[in-house]
């Protein structure tokens, strides 16, 4: 297979893989199963190219419109996408009219080479469902819970469920790299030089970046400490193969 054909090939795949979401029918569980295979994918595609193509590469951004007005607990874990999809990511403060009645709404800007942030959106939108579902379940198993006491309880729930997936996305992106430095020495120096390739086009658009504030929040510990629980059932680490969605235990 030539190499043009192998990675148009590899792009294919992660163009369906991007489809495989909960909204078209797959489980949570099965949807999460995908997500070392985002890895492994877009080692795969960086690996088929030269350095002369990766030099090349055009990079683009996408936007993710965040769920409410405010962040929520997934903004823990937006940096740590980034990193793994080898992905520059902020928050945009400017709100532009999203949906059918015109809600003002911020979003997540993802930016880098088009498979990784093909990849950083996937990963948003399973993670964000992810928290959905759980935190819908995490209910369910404390209707005791009222009023401010629920409240209270859910934010620290998700705030605990996104700690816990934040490091485990942490910990498969350090694999990756140890994965590539294990390997041929051409890995390693395709990273370097589509991470120098990121950065200069970013900074060609001129955009600046600012560190944002750490807000302190009151937690129910119990809840928090239920929610990294529930961040370690999720599957993260089992890959979805060729041959169809994958069965889990």
């Not at 090349?56 to 874990?77: F, H, N, S």
Request: aromatic letters at 6%; charged letters at 25%; one cysteine or more.
């Amino acid at each position: 297979m030539s190499q043009i054909l192998e990675i148009d090939r590899v792009k294919a795949r992660i163009r369906a893989l991007t489809e495989k979401t909960v909204q078209n029918g797959c489980t949570d569980a099965e949807a999460f199963a995908a997500a070392e295979m985002v890895g492994k994918l877009l080692d795969r595609y960086m690996l088929t190219m030269s350095e002369v193509q990766v030099r090349e590469e055009t990079c683009i951004q996408a936007k993710v419109p965040m769920a409410g007005k405010r962040r929520g607990p997934i903004d823990g874990c937006v940096p740590a996408i980034g990193r793994f999809c080898h992905c520059i990511v902020w928050l945009d403060q400017g709100q532009t009219m999203t949906g059918p009645e015109g809600v003002p709404t911020k979003h997540y800007i993802y930016f880098g080479f088009d498979a990784d942030v093909q990849m950083a959106v996937y990963l948003y939108k399973i993670i964000e469902q992810a928290i959905t579902s759980e935190t819908a379940r995490f209910k369910q198993a404390h209707p005791h819970l009222k009023g401010t006491s629920l409240r209270l309880a859910t934010r620290s729930f998700q705030h605990g469920l996104v700690k816990r997936l934040d490091d485990r996305l942490q910990d498969l992106h350090r694999d990756r790299e140890e994965s590539l430095r294990a390997g041929p020495g051409r890995g390693t120096a395709l990273v370097l030089v589509k991470q120098t390739v990121v950065a200069d086009a970013f900074r060609e658009t001129k955009i600046r970046l600012r560190a944002r504030s750490v807000t302190v929040i009151a937690i129910d510990r119990r809840a928090y400490a239920a929610g990294e629980v529930a961040g370690d059932g999720i599957n993260l680490a089992r890959p979805v193969t060729d041959q169809g969605p994958a069965r889990l235990r």
